[in-house]
Nanobody, 124 residues
Framework: QVQLVESGGGLVQAGGSLRLSCAPSGRAFSNYAMGWFRQAPGKEREFVTAISWSGGTTYYSNSVKGRFTISRDNAKNTVYLQMSSLKPEDTAVYYC?????????????????WGQGTQVTVSS
């Protein structure tokens, strides 16, 4: 069974940093584009960032551009989300997802696999 497992969430003060990891199990995802989404209480799931299978192209939402960085290490089959200058409005459950191509990376319904999510809480 294919699973995406996120880790690295937690509680941090505003202005701080966290690094999330996503490690698929059950198969290699080196040929998949990978994305991060987040969902705050009472809100819809929203796109955060994505990266092409090679790592050569990255995509960011306007709300995190310049503060978050996505990267991947295909040798380790792991995707990372480095989050800096965190704000209370970044508080959400963060989900890792995988899709077979790099089209429409901001569309959640286009993704084929999802993780269970990891909580990120930013205190003011």
């Amino acid at each position: 069974q294919v699973q995406l497992v996120e880790s690295g969430g937690g509680l941090v003060q505003a202005g701080g940093s966290l690094r999330l990891s996503c490690a698929p199990s059950g198969r290699a995802f080196s040929n998949y584009a990978m994305g991060w989404f987040r969902q705050a209480p009472g809100k819809e799931r929203e796109f955060v960032t994505a990266i092409s299978w090679s790592g050569g192209t990255t995509y960011y939402s306007n709300s995190v551009k310049g503060r978050f960085t996505i990267s991947r290490d295909n040798a380790k089959n792991t995707v990372y989300l480095q989050m800096s200058s965190l704000k209370p409005e970044d508080t959400a459950v963060y989900y890792c997802a995988a899709k077979r191509d790099s089209r429409r990376v901001a569309v959640a319904s286009d993704y084929d696999y999802w993780g269970q999510g990891t909580q990120v809480t930013v205190s003011s």
